[in-house]
């Protein structure tokens, strides 16, 4: 079963570089492709980043292939997302999902929070 925990939030000055990471205590995060959102409170959940199960195929949402990265470590069973060049606009819970392709997430992290300060 597919377990998602994230870490690697906090709280930073604009301009600061954050890497967040998702880790599968089930241990079976390689075979799913996986994806970053993030989601204001009052806000509808926005996709920032998919990546597929082998690591070959990213796609990243509207206005986020700039500052932001996803890449995966499959044997460690980490999904990460780095975010460059921090803006407060960035502020929000991320969340990590897990699903068969990078269209569908069936499994969701609870989230991990990142605020940024100007």
């Known amino acids: 079963q597919v377990q998602l925990v994230e870490s690697g939030g906090g709280s930073v000055q604009a301009g600061a570089s954050l890497r967040l990471a998702c880790a599968d205590s089930?241990?079976?995060?390689?075979?799913?492709?996986a994806a970053w959102y993030r989601q204001t409170p009052g806000q509808e959940r926005e996709f920032v980043a998919s990546i597929s199960g082998s690591g070959g195929s990213t796609f990243y949402g509207d206005n986020m292939k700039l500052r932001f990265t996803i890449s995966r470590d499959n044997a460690k069973n980490t999904v990460s997302l780095q975010i460059d060049n921090l803006k407060p606009e960035d502020t929000a819970t991320y969340y990590c999902a897990a699903g068969p392709n990078m269209w569908k997430m069936d499994y969701w992290g609870k989230g991990t929070l990142v605020t940024v300060s100007s």
């Open positions: 089930g241990r079976t995060l390689s075979d799913y492709a």
